[in-house]
């Protein structure tokens, strides 16, 4: 995402926080995994759906992490967005145990990128589709450095 903006990539180069927030952004709108799975521990309504204990219940952290009634502008790469307001990792106590060192080695290997690699751009016009439904990836990434 910071190789097709280059504003963000400039923010995300010099400033910190703009590389946590760059890394949050984009956790948001391209989570790992973009659905995860729970069962029901209880008969239930939710939303107008009759819910019975033991269902299985799946929940798209894609769609949760664009709900524009908690996003403004939801599609938007916004690098001063309230950072980790978003559902990447879960939250509560389905938390994934590995978010801080995820976000630490994020963070670590996007500046040694961006440090060691000052010219580093996409190969082509655009960064190739994300793919996939539970964990997203895209097939590859070809970039350049002069």
Request: charged share 25%.
């Amino acid at each position: 995402m910071l190789l097709e903006r280059p504003a963000a990539l400039a923010a995300a180069r010099s400033a910190a926080e703009a590389l946590d927030a760059a890394i949050d952004e984009s956790l948001r709108l391209e989570p790992a995994a973009a659905v995860i799975d729970r069962y029901s521990t209880s008969d239930t309504r939710l939303g107008g759906a009759e819910i019975g204990a033991g269902e299985l219940v799946r929940i798209s952290l894609t769609a949760a992490n664009r709900d524009p009634a908690v996003f403004q502008e939801p599609d938007a790469f916004d690098l001063s967005r309230p950072r980790r307001a978003n559902l990447a990792f879960a939250q509560g106590p389905h938390v994934c145990v590995g978010v801080h060192l995820a976000r630490l080695e994020a963070r670590v290997g996007i500046a040694a990128l961006l440090d060691r690699l000052p010219r580093l751009r996409l190969a082509g016009a655009q960064a190739p589709r994300i793919q996939g439904l539970v964990f997203r990836k895209p097939p590859r990434l070809e970039v350049r450095w002069d």
